[in-house]
């Protein structure tokens, strides 16, 4: 059981490695294709909150969000592998923050083809971060070994 646990493990962050991967290798002097998509979809989620909330995103290179994301993924993947709730948990906050800025639906028309393709991209994320929360409740609602106490052997003379 416990290595059909681990193969879902690495399959489930297989997803996570590729991902940090490829945009590790295409990442360049500028953040790569990964920074050229997130700008502009960054910018509109920031003003989106603004809009909402009145609270003010800080301005930051996104090459920086990108180095840092592939980093999180990276981290959280190996340490997911391994069986670590803080690996799951730097994926958790790697999903909650990318995910409704890179999938934005919410500016597109229902009735458009870019709304549909974000919508189910979104909704897959949905599901990564579903998976992860399950982890971690299961994690912690497993009862951890406890020592057995030795009792202390008689002394027989």
Do not use: C
């Amino acid at each position: 059981m416990a290595f059909i646990s681990f193969v879902g493990r690495v399959l489930f962050a297989s997803v996570f490695i590729l991902s940090a991967w490829q945009e590790f290798n295409e990442f360049g002097s500028d953040g790569g294709p990964a920074a050229n998509l997130l700008a502009p979809k960054f910018l509109s989620f920031s003003k989106h909150v603004s809009s909402h909330t009145g609270f003010q995103v800080p301005h930051f290179e996104m090459k920086y969000a990108i180095a840092a994301a592939i980093s999180v993924k990276a981290a959280g993947s190996l340490l997911f592998i391994f069986g670590s709730s803080i690996g799951a948990y730097l994926l958790l906050l790697h999903q909650l923050i990318v995910t409704p800025i890179v999938y934005d639906f919410y500016n597109y028309d229902a009735d458009t083809k870019e709304f549909n393709l974000h919508f189910a991209k979104f909704a897959q994320n949905l599901a990564l971060f579903g998976a992860l929360l399950f982890f971690i409740g299961m994690k912690n609602s497993i009862p951890r070994r406890q020592l057995k106490k030795r009792s202390p052997k008689s002394k027989t003379s």
